[in-house]
């Protein structure tokens, strides 16, 4: 196991968050009032409620599986997780990590015997890949193998979601990086989902020749996840009126910055929900079953869309256990959560951050 590093910056992360507060989609949250504070439980009466896998998480940022083990990254320490029954053991730290602002370790993924990461480095984000050697309770990194390097970065709109999709490709969302125009420049890759192979090269069947742009006109995206009929959809972060939620046609067009939310234009592909951003600030999201479950940050809640009808949707958690990251579905079949609470934006609470089991299905 690689040895832990001391990661700095903690001052100027600070002074970053507060200067880009009044221009982000999700601000520093207003501390709960008394009738949202945050009680969570730690040991549930039954198993279909919703209860705490594991807690004393530092800024945690994704979930991946490698078999049935659970890793989790951190965006501001670098370090990759997994999860032991009802703790945490380090399996190595990300080397090279700048964390600043909402830059910093962001998104992995499992394919094969290698963990993906998508981070923010000195200037830049890039995904590197790493061997996973061992077994459960004693895995490792292997040396680092940069896959697609050079992608835009700055202290907000990093984008960095990864997944391997059902056709073996890699999916990555790329922000805006605050430089709006970009997302409709396609010789840019920024504002941005791309794919590429698991090496990091264009695959022949890309919508543009020689380009790893699958969509385009992003500002945010944070999240992506597909059906069982292989539709892929993404959570994006508007910026003072919408948020939404998108169906990922190969060569799409989403909008941004000519247009936010739905907007009926021509050229332009609308999301099939939006919310404001108040009420939402998406990032994570995962398909389970019949519904898409949506984490939102800003929103505290879990939103649930039925694949049936994408114009509506219900809400779960609101406001019990403060901004939501991520949402994945474990190996039980349950959905997993994990709070942000201690990113700098949020009102943490005794043993923040957590991850939060969910079942994937209501008690009859």
């Known amino acids: 196991m690689r040895a832990a590093r001391p990661v700095g910056g903690t001052a100027a992360v600070a002074a970053v968050l507060v200067f880009i507060a009044a221009c982000t989609t999700e601000p520093p949250a207003t501390p709960a009032s008394p009738a949202t504070t945050r009680t969570p439980p730690s040991t549930p009466p039954s198993s279909l409620e919703?209860?705490?896998?594991?807690?004393?998480?530092?800024?945690?940022?994704?979930?991946?599986?490698?078999?049935?083990?659970?890793?989790?990254?951190?965006?501001?320490?670098?370090?990759?997780?997994?999860?032991?029954?009802?703790?945490?053991?380090?399996?190595?730290?990300?080397?090279?990590?700048?964390?600043?602002?909402?830059?910093?370790?962001?998104?992995?993924?499992?394919?094969?015997?290698?963990?993906?990461?998508?981070?923010?480095?000195?200037?830049?984000?890039?995904?590197d890949r790493y061997e996973l050697t061992g077994e459960p309770g004693a895995l490792a990194l292997g040396e680092s193998e940069t896959v697609l390097d050079g992608l835009?970065?700055?202290?907000?709109?990093?984008?960095?979601?990864?997944?391997?999709?059902?056709?073996?490709?890699?999916?990555?969302?790329?922000?805006?990086?605050?430089?709006?125009?970009?997302?409709?420049?396609?010789?840019?890759?920024?504002?941005?989902?791309?794919?590429?192979?698991?090496?990091?090269?264009?695959?022949?069947?890309?919508?543009?020749?020689?380009?790893?742009?699958?969509?385009?006109?992003?500002?945010?995206?944070?999240?992506?996840?597909?059906?069982?009929?292989?539709?892929?959809?993404?959570?994006?972060?508007?910026?003072?009126?919408?948020?939404?939620?998108?169906?990922?046609?190969?060569?799409?067009?989403?909008?941004?910055?000519?247009v936010e939310g739905i907007a009926g234009q021509d050229g332009f592909s609308d999301p099939v929900q939006q919310w404001p951003p108040a009420d939402a600030s998406p990032s994570g999201i995962a398909v389970v079953g019949d519904v898409i479950a949506v984490a939102n940050l800003r929103g505290e809640r879990l939103r649930e869309v039925p694949l049936d009808d994408l114009a509506v949707s219900t809400e779960k958690l609101v406001h019990e256990y403060g901004r939501l990251r991520d949402v994945v579905v474990a190996r039980d079949g349950a959905l997993w959560v994990i709070t942000n609470n201690t990113d700098g934006r949020g009102d943490p609470t005794e043993g923040d951050d957590r991850i939060i089991r969910v079942p994937a299905t209501d008690p009859p």
């Not at 989790?72 to 990759?80: L, M, V």
């Not at 022949?204 to 292989?230: C, K, M, T």
């Open 50 to 127: 919703d209860s705490v896998v594991v807690e004393g998480l530092d800024a945690p940022w994704s979930v991946a599986f490698r078999d049935d083990t659970a890793l989790i990254s951190e965006r501001d320490t670098a370090r990759i997780l997994e999860v032991e029954g009802d703790t945490t053991r380090e399996v190595g730290v990300i080397d090279d990590v700048v964390p600043a602002g909402e830059g910093g370790l962001l998104g992995i993924a499992v394919h094969d015997t290698y963990l993906y990461a998508y981070f923010t480095g000195a200037g830049k984000n890039r995904i």
């Open 152 to 258: 835009p970065a700055a202290s907000y709109h990093n984008g960095g979601r990864i997944a391997f999709g059902p056709d073996g490709m890699l999916y990555a969302t790329v922000g805006d990086a605050g430089d709006q125009s970009s997302a409709q420049d396609l010789d840019s890759l920024s504002g941005k989902i791309l794919r590429l192979t698991p090496n990091g090269g264009i695959p022949a069947d890309n919508p543009f020749d020689g380009s790893l742009v699958y969509s385009y006109g992003h500002r945010n995206p944070q999240g992506i996840a597909w059906d069982e009929e292989g539709t892929l959809y993404a959570s994006e972060f508007g910026q003072d009126t919408w948020d939404e939620l998108n169906v990922i046609e190969p060569g799409g067009n989403y909008g941004w910055p000519v």
